[in-house]
């Protein structure tokens, strides 16, 4: 029999114990696969006596994620009157929440669980729920709902923004009373935000309340940001003495007790300092190895920040691992510490073969002793054997110390585990959130250090991460992403491969937005160096190609839009093929011009061709496949067949909303096309108030000077001419046609459209005289812009004639 390693005892279960029956490289990246599991990996709940809410038979309780996780609950010394305080705010029930705020490390969480046990103990209901960012307190507080007996479909409503998540939760809750509601976490105010309602509005997620009590965990003890709701509760940290017993727990065989005090005065009474000196001093193998020593070994003397106290602590931690002969632990933790804190590093970020490169090569089980070590010793957790986690002062402090080879491994982790994610996928999307807050997180940390290699790596993973942003409808996000990424790789020379993609991306975001000349101009520019540098047939040439065609087109210059659509296909086809999902999207493209220029019949011929190809290549749900359903209904409705055109319509949104999501731009330009639908078959009053939903929406997803905000903003006021409300309706229209011009441009098409609404509206009211001029102006630009056959001019032709007919 071997000797068992000191190290491991405390971990009885976790990730060593697999990994340690694995003896090769493909066995232990097939274990760490296996283990190291997303966080959103569905478990059995713990729900608590007398709320066994329903289920269905045969269907899953929801995630545990409900359930106090008591069982990493350690004793609890020094947290009397806290303890005290807790009881009392329960027993006086007086409607507020209670917020327990205080520094990283402080035990603000452990104070919680204790209490969470307490009453579980005395038979109250208790749910526990984390706050690390909006979308895991969402999911959680779904979750809290079906166990409270909200039916999958009201939940499903709630997702999709049919209902009020906050409401659907808070009737649950107002029907039930002595229950105990725990938000872990709560770091990032706006991560409490629903629905526009903020923590301190008292109309969101936080609300008073006599039925019963939340205690929020969190860094933020500013009384405004919790409002007059919220009752805030600021936690020290121990006392030396207190301190000392949490030591003794641990090490109980370390030293004397005023040894103990000593160190934990040292380590200033943090709980996390305490707990981790603790564990380390419990190994019999430790060096330092009692009180005394391991103060000695401490820097002498210390700065005055609480950080450095503890960063010396880990130090120690360290450099005793380094000397039992596990040195790679130490860029490991520097590696994991380059992630967002306190946030899970999920399992696809942690490569085998890229941590290899911190280690021994020779030893095919270092990444797993040297993650085993930091596992044992607390400097980094592991939740439910899944993602790794890092706590805020440790990452902090290595920081501290980050060399660029160090930064580099952890750039490449990044742009790995983007390669391995489709950016067009909607099943994909879920496991970039896992992937955004850690490169967020790298590109805004200015003081870490990059070589070239980690640059570049940054760069792929921000270019990676910015595409799958605007295809899932996140265009503000990805802006704010790829501008940052630009910035960071500032050092990368402008000829460099990759900063020629962020800047592609960023014009990219910039098209999204409707900035049409900024778009034209700063893709004109990157062309001439895309070709200069990769060569005419580079992919990254013909996308800029492409974007151009699509810059032309939005200002109306069909015929060269399409000329440019179409020689970019022939190249398209011949480097890629006549399947390639970018031949198809340029085939679209093609189809969306022909359309534009008015040749419907052609455009739904065309459109419906691409989509039989693209059912059987992409699939039928593929986002590209249901854009081209919903241009082909668009081009019946230009026919006249709206009956057809709005059941279509119907369908799409059906699966728009399930696949992409109420938010998503596209999801809402299909609803704003069924009110389009609406007001040709005469029901205007109804499309009104559709369209008065699209644009509420919009201007809070794409900004008040979108063109889709504008589009919605020309649509109320056209429902509104079509109720005979001509006079409200020019006013609307006349402010949406000052904005049009302003921000897309006088000959824009979409400006051309409202000026010549103006004047229609104009000759309803009679006004002859006003009308005319405008009404020839927007005819002869039609003419130039657009030519003679085109739908639009053949229309302000008519209505001029009209107005001259009417005038005499």
């Not at 002498?300 to 880990?314: E, K």
């Not at 101009?521 to 001439?528: H, I, K, P, W």
């Not at 053949?794 to 001259?804: K, N, T």
Request: glycine share 8%.
């Amino acid at each position: 029999m071997g000797f068992s390693d000191p190290l491991r005892v405390r971990n009885v279960g976790r990730v060593e114990i697999a990994l340690s029956l694995v003896g090769t490289i493909a066995g232990a990246a097939a274990v760490i696969v296996a283990i190291i599991q997303l966080r959103r990996t569905p478990r059995l709940p713990r729900v608590s006596p007398g709320d066994q809410g329903p289920a269905a038979p045969g269907t899953a309780r929801p995630p545990a994620v409900l359930a106090a996780p008591i069982g990493r609950l350690p004793e609890v010394r020094g947290r009397q009157e806290l303890m005290h305080d807790f009881r009392q705010v329960l027993a006086q029930r007086d409607g507020r929440f209670l917020v327990v705020t205080g520094m990283g490390g402080v035990g603000k969480t452990t104070a919680a669980l204790a209490f969470a046990e307490e009453l579980l103990n005395a038979g109250r209901s208790v749910w526990w729920l984390s706050a690390v960012d909006a979308l895991t307190l969402t999911d959680g507080f779904l979750e809290l709902a079906v166990a409270l007996g909200i039916t999958r479909g009201e939940i499903e409503a709630a997702r999709a923004g049919r209902t009020s998540p906050a409401d659907l939760v808070w009737s649950c809750l107002e029907s039930r009373s002595d229950w105990v509601l725990f938000v872990d976490n709560a770091d990032d105010i706006d991560a409490l935000t629903i629905g526009g309602a903020e923590a301190r509005d008292g109309t969101g997620w936080l609300r008073p309340s006599s039925s019963g009590l939340i205690i929020l965990t969190s860094r933020i003890s500013d009384q405004e940001a919790w409002g007059r709701f919220g009752r805030v509760v600021k936690l020290g940290s121990l006392s030396a003495d207190d301190g000392a017993q949490v030591l003794l727990d641990l090490a109980p065989d370390a030293g004397t007790r005023d040894e103990a005090v000593l160190l934990a005065d040292t380590l200033g009474g943090l709980p996390l300092g305490l707990r981790q000196a603790g564990a380390f001093l419990a190994s019999p193998f430790a060096q330092p190895s009692s009180f005394a020593e391991y103060r000695q070994a401490l820097p002498v003397p210390f700065l005055q920040l609480m950080g450095t106290r503890v960063v010396a602590t880990w130090k120690v931690s360290l450099d005793a691992l380094a000397g039992r002969g596990i040195p790679q632990a130490r860029p490991l933790l520097r590696v994991l510490a380059c992630f967002a804190p306190s946030v899970d590093v999920p399992r696809d970020l942690l490569k085998l073969e890229v941590l290899t490169r911190l280690c021994d090569p020779g030893d095919p089980n270092a990444v797993r002793v040297g993650l085993d070590a930091l596992l044992a010793t607390g400097l980094v957790d592991s939740r439910d054997r899944g993602s790794v986690v890092v706590h805020p002062l440790v990452a902090y402090a290595c920081r501290l110390d980050l060399a660029p080879e160090i930064t580099r491994v952890a750039a490449v982790l990044l742009r790995e585990a983007a390669d391995g994610l489709r950016t067009d996928d909607p099943g994909s999307w879920p496991s970039w959130l896992g992937l955004l807050p850690h490169l967020r997180d790298l590109l805004a940390a200015s003081a870490v250090p990059f070589d070239e290699e980690g640059l570049v790596a940054l760069a792929k993973a921000a270019d990676l991460a910015g595409a799958m942003l605007t295809r899932s409808g996140q265009n503000r996000e990805s802006e704010v992403l790829v501008r940052a990424a630009f910035e960071r790789t500032s050092l990368l020379s402008d000829n460099h491969p990759q900063r020629l993609a962020l800047r592609y991306r960023i014009a990219d975001v910039e098209r999204v937005h409707g900035r049409h000349h900024a778009v034209q101009q700063a893709l004109e520019e990157l062309l001439a160096d895309q070709v200069r540098l990769l060569g005419a047939d580079a992919p990254a040439v013909l996308a800029t190609r492409g974007n151009i065609a699509w810059a032309l087109a939005a200002h109306g210059h069909l015929v060269e839009a399409e000329a440019r659509y179409r020689a970019l296909l022939e190249d398209h086809v011949r480097i890629f093929g006549p399947d390639h999902r970018e031949t198809l999207t340029v085939r679209h493209n093609i189809a969306w011009t022909v359309a534009m220029r008015g040749r419907s019949a052609d455009a739904e011929r065309l459109l419906n061709d691409i989509l039989a190809e693209q059912v059987r290549i992409l699939g039928a749900e593929h986002p590209d496949t249901i854009s081209t359903r919903h241009d082909a209904t668009r081009a019946i409705a230009a026919q006249g067949r709206f009956e057809e055109a709005e059941s279509r319509f119907r369908k799409i949104y059906e699966d728009r909303l399930r696949i992409l999501g109420a938010d998503h731009p596209d999801t809402i330009s299909t609803r704003h096309e069924l009110g389009r639908m609406m007001v040709e078959r005469g029901d205007a009053a109804q499309a009104e108030a559709l369209f008065k939903e699209v644009l509420r929406d919009r201007r809070r997803i794409l900004g008040p000077d979108h063109p889709g905000t504008l589009a919605a903003r020309y649509a109320i006021a056209w429902s509104m001419a079509r109720r005979q409300l001509y006079g409200e309706a020019e006013a609307a229209l006349r402010d949406v046609y000052a904005d049009q011009d302003r921000i897309l441009g006088k000959d824009h098409p979409r400006t051309l459209v409202t000026r010549h609404e103006i004047a229609f509206l104009l000759l309803k009211q009679g006004r002859f005289a006003e009308a005319e001029p405008l009404a020839a102006v927007t005819y002869a630009d039609r003419l130039r812009i657009l030519g003679p056959e085109h739908p639009d001019t053949r229309a302000s032709e008519r209505a001029l004639q009209a107005i001259r007919s009417g005038s005499r």
